[in-house]
């Protein structure tokens, strides 16, 4: 049995918040160990002067977590599951994903007016490549602008006037009691959220295979069938988590129902697909071959090649 368990964890307020919200929860199924927190300032963290996907996408929060574990000085990593690339690195899996709330994202604006109601050109602070095209979509004479930092560092750089409105994971403003500062949280239909927003998921070692049994045992079965199907499809077309994709599975009388919207950058050319299975990796690729047969796989090389990756 293990005496102690090691999260490793950023250590902006809402990482640590869920890190010691697992903490809880192990500690509730396993109160004889110890469960200890190592905060860590990833290289995502550093990078603050560039888009995520001009440095190397979301995976660089990830990364140093994932060192601390193969070192050993880490068990685990908790993360917003859509911050998690679709495909893991080799001796990584993801043994728990649940915990999720509200998975659409929230508008915060300064003076509480809806989206519909910003005044033209207002600038809107957002460095998500797909809250950018889905808001362009529905009001292209915005301006978007890069923000980066965390959620503090945002709502203050709002407050001081250097944006008129920020886009934010309502989740994280719940979970960080903020959400008396939303705005107005957007319908699914107009920004489709990201493949496994709202939820979280714990990483650890493929090889520590009494870990694995205990974090299963925290396991919501529902809500980790929905993050798959929707995971499934980034993993199917090769879209990593910064590509302006949203996919939104939930239970329905057919099984799962899944959603998927592939946009170009401008919001102009946008592609659909959607599907009801029991399976939920099988409904992923089906909801990702519809979309591959409206030109995904020739628009994300299109996008790739306008920001430069090679």
């Given at each position: 049995?293990?005496?102690?368990?090691?999260?490793?964890?950023?250590?902006?307020?809402?990482?640590?918040?869920?890190?010691?919200?697992?903490?809880?929860?192990?500690?509730?199924?396993?109160?004889?160990?110890?469960?200890?927190?190592?905060?860590?300032?990833?290289?995502?963290?550093?990078?603050?002067d560039?888009?995520l996907?001009?440095?190397?996408?979301?995976?660089?929060?990830?990364?140093?977590?994932?060192?601390?574990?193969?070192?050993?000085?880490?068990?685990?990593?908790?993360?917003?599951?859509?911050?998690?690339?679709?495909?893991?690195?080799?001796?990584?899996?993801?043994?728990?994903?649940?915990?999720?709330?509200?998975?659409r994202?929230?508008?915060?604006?300064t003076?509480?007016?809806?989206?519909?109601?910003?005044?033209?050109?207002?600038?809107?602070?957002?460095?998500?490549?797909?809250?950018?095209?889905?808001?362009?979509?529905?009001r292209?004479?915005?301006?978007?602008?890069?923000?980066?930092?965390?959620?503090?560092?945002?709502?203050?750089?709002?407050?001081?006037?250097?944006?008129?409105?920020?886009?934010?994971?309502?989740?994280?403003?719940?979970?960080?009691?903020?959400?008396?500062?939303?705005?107005?949280?957007?319908?699914?239909?107009?920004?489709?959220?990201?493949?496994?927003?709202?939820?979280?998921?714990?990483?650890?070692?493929?090889?520590?295979?009494?870990?694995?049994?205990?974090?299963?045992?925290?396991?919501?079965?529902?809500?980790?069938?929905?993050?798959?199907?929707?995971?499934?499809?980034?993993?199917?077309?090769?879209?990593?988590?910064?590509?302006?994709?949203?996919a939104?599975?939930?239970?329905?009388?057919?099984?799962?129902?899944?959603?998927?919207l592939?946009?170009?950058?401008?919001?102009?050319?946008?592609?659909?697909?959607?599907?009801?299975?029991?399976?939920?990796?099988?409904?992923?690729?089906?909801?990702?071959?519809?979309?591959?047969?409206?030109?995904?796989?020739?628009?994300?090389?299109?996008?790739?090649?306008?920001?430069?990756?090679?």
């Open positions: 049995m293990k005496d102690r368990i090691v999260i490793a964890t950023r250590e902006s307020k809402l990482a640590l918040w869920q890190a010691d919200f697992i903490r809880e929860k192990l500690l509730e199924i396993q109160p004889g160990i110890s469960v200890d927190l190592l905060g860590m300032t990833t290289r995502g963290d550093r990078w603050l560039s888009p996907s001009e440095v190397g996408g979301k995976g660089l929060f990830i990364k140093d977590l994932e060192e601390a574990m193969l070192s050993g000085r880490a068990d685990v990593a908790v993360h917003s599951m859509k911050d998690v690339p679709a495909l893991l690195p080799d001796g990584f899996v993801l043994p728990l994903i649940g915990f999720r709330a509200d998975a994202d929230a508008l915060v604006v003076g509480g007016k809806k989206l519909e109601e910003l005044p033209e050109g207002a600038r809107v602070g957002s460095s998500s490549l797909r809250r950018k095209a889905m808001l362009l979509a529905v292209p004479d915005l301006r978007l602008l890069p923000v980066r930092g965390n959620v503090g560092t945002r709502l203050a750089k709002l407050d001081a006037g250097d944006y008129d409105a920020l886009v934010l994971a309502a989740a994280g403003l719940e979970r960080l009691n903020l959400a008396d500062r939303i705005t107005e949280t957007l319908a699914i239909e107009v920004m489709l959220p990201a493949a496994g927003q709202g939820a979280l998921g714990v990483e650890c070692r493929a090889d520590d295979t009494r870990l694995i049994e205990i974090l299963e045992q925290l396991v919501d079965l529902e809500v980790a069938e929905c993050v798959i199907a929707e995971r499934t499809v980034s993993a199917a077309l090769g879209a990593d988590c910064s590509a302006p994709l949203g939104h599975a939930r239970r329905g009388p057919k099984g799962i129902h899944l959603e998927a592939l946009s170009s950058a401008d919001g102009g050319r946008r592609l659909r697909g959607q599907s009801d299975g029991l399976e939920p990796e099988s409904l992923g690729r089906a909801v990702a071959a519809q979309l591959k047969d409206q030109g995904a796989v020739e628009l994300l090389e299109s996008l790739d090649a306008s920001s430069g990756v090679p």
